[in-house]
């Protein structure tokens, strides 16, 4: 793993951080707290002597010294007290964040019009099965990722990189996109026309359709400008399923792997370039957006 990767990799980060302010925190509580009580119980009685001592000389002594001494005595050393303070904090970050929920942040236009360029989106970690940290190796089977999920996913060319794309096909299934309208296992999906979308950005309209298939209802986008035909897609792992000519495609999604696309179909690098998202490389089911800083309206869950 290159140095980028691991500083781009947030999991891993907060994965070292917990082991180091967790080995600190055990260490202080077992082992460097004792020998700190200790040390300060014999210099506390060495102390008690003195002052006892004193007073048999009739010296009047400070009786608040002693417990500002045994304070001082037994006190955290700055590095240990931030570290035993932080270490609850992180490692619940880290659990959230490795188990139960995600945050992501949309960095293109691949799923509009369902999400849009700066949603800040959740994303939960244990729908499709409970996965080790890092690694990302499914321990517990749940749920298999449906037709019509929005899915994150380690990109299969850069496993450092998240993608956000739409579970179209699942193992076993045979996928048709002809002239830009999609088929699953011979069954053709159904298309509602909506008015045209405009690209505020780019003061641009593209075709707007509801799609509709089993287990799923979302809206797409189709630019007229652009070909029915894949242009020059990758030769990926398990190729030999799929088909191309200039109508557009057909692939049978092998066992284990899923195909997924954007919703922004003309302006979506999905598998129909690159291949197959392997069930290891899953990361989770986005379902809610929780801000977006331009437009606060958007915050809810999404279709």
Known sequence: MTLQAILGNFALILFVL??????????????LAPQRRRRATLALADYDARQAKLRSEGIK?????????????????????YSGSFFPVIALVF??????????KIPSSSMVPTLEIGDLILVN?????????????KIIELNNPERGDVMVFKYPKDMS????????????????????RLSINGKAVSYEQLPDYLDEEHLSYSKHYRERFEGSEHRILNDERAPSYVQNPDPFPGRENCTYNLEGF????????????????DNSLDSRYWGFVPDQNIV????????????????????
Do not use: H
């Not at 917990?18 to 082992?31: E, H, K």
């Not at 002594?61 to 007290?81: F, H, K, M, N």
């Not at 956000?164 to 002239?179: F, L, W």
């Not at 986005?286 to 869950?301: E, H, S, V």
């Open 18 to 31: 917990t082991v180091a302010t967790g080995i600190v925190w055990v260490l202080d509580i077992f082992y």
């Open 250 to 265: 057909s692939c049978t999604v092998p066992a284990g792997q899923y195909f997924v696309m954007g919703d922004n179909r």
């Open 284 to 303: 989770g089911k986005a379902f809610f957006i929780w801000m977006n800083l331009g437009n606060p309206g958007r915050i809810g869950g999404f279709e």
């Open 125 to 137: 970690k244990f729908t499709y099965g409970i996965r080790l940290p890092i690694i990302n190796k």
């Open 161 to 180: 990189l998240d993608y956000i794309k739409r579970v179209i096909g699942v193992p076993g299934d045979k996928i048709e996109y002809k002239n830009k």
């Open 95 to 104: 659990f959230l964040r490795s188990f139960l929920y995600e945050p992501f």
């Open 61 to 81: 002594v400070d009786q608040g010294e002693r417990s500002r001494l045994e304070a001082e005595l037994v006190r955290q050393p700055t590095w240990i007290e």
